[in-house]
């Protein structure tokens, strides 16, 4: 009988569980953590790329991506799983551009994510996405910053982590967050946060991580790796 619930994606557990979506947040606990945290003048997101072998091209290995020019999202799990619904997230932005002549706003591409991912939850012959995004981004309702699950739901959070450790890291984030923090001490807060990740012997790499700090300034939302240095 457990089996039987083990294998299928559409059937509950006498406990209540889907296990198949349980098992996808699995994959996730395994996946480099993200930090996104909310600050006085945008939002900066921190990815560790964890780079384990020394013939890695860390530029080749991606963790944020631009989805329009107010809206970033990070990954933390099967970035290829990630890779999908980004593709699908640039076409429900370039779309509603196209249709509205107005960018998206965040929650409504949140909620149109969330309705895929959750859409394989319920589907045979079909699996699951292994993995969790932070949607982050400015409109004309403020800056918001979303996590989608892999079953679909969505949470909107001020400061937000996915991927290994995650209660860890929000543990310390809640302990710490304040409001209106500048992008220096929101930047620094993101960058204790993946230190806990991290064993005592091990250093977080400015070559290995991606910052994208989201302003009202669009053009300027990669963060020179030497601004990453000398705030390391």
Request: proline share 3%; aromatic share 10%.
């Amino acid at each position: 009988m457990a089996q039987a619930y083990d294998r299928s994606i559409t059937v509950f557990s006498p406990e209540g569980h889907l296990y198949q979506v349980d098992y996808a947040s699995k994959i996730i606990e395994k996946g480099s953590p993200a930090v996104a945290i909310s600050y006085k003048d945008g939002i900066v997101v921190v990815a560790d790329k964890k780079i384990y072998s020394s013939l890695i091209v860390p530029k080749s290995v991606e963790k944020v991506f631009k989805i329009d020019q107010h809206i970033w999202i990070a990954c933390s799990g099967l970035i290829g799983d990630g890779r999908r619904l980004v593709d699908f997230a640039r076409q429900a932005a370039q779309e509603n551009k196209t249709y509205y002549d107005d960018p998206i706003e965040v929650e409504t591409l949140v909620k149109k994510i969330a309705n895929v991912v959750q859409y394989f939850t319920q589907y045979g012959g079909a699996r699951p996405f292994g993995v969790s995004l932070i949607i982050s981004g400015i409109d004309s309702l403020g800056k918001h910053v979303f996590e989608i699950e892999p079953s679909g739901a969505t949470t909107e959070y001020r400061a937000l982590s996915i991927g290994q450790n995650k209660n860890k890291l929000m543990d310390f984030l809640e302990r710490k967050y304040k409001e209106n923090l500048t992008f220096e001490n929101a930047f620094n807060l993101a960058i204790k946060a993946l230190n806990l990740n991290l064993s005592s012997k091990e250093k977080l790499n400015p070559e290995h991580l991606e910052v994208i700090n989201i302003n009202k300034d669009i053009n300027k939302c990669n963060v020179p790796i030497e601004l990453i240095k000398k705030n390391l």
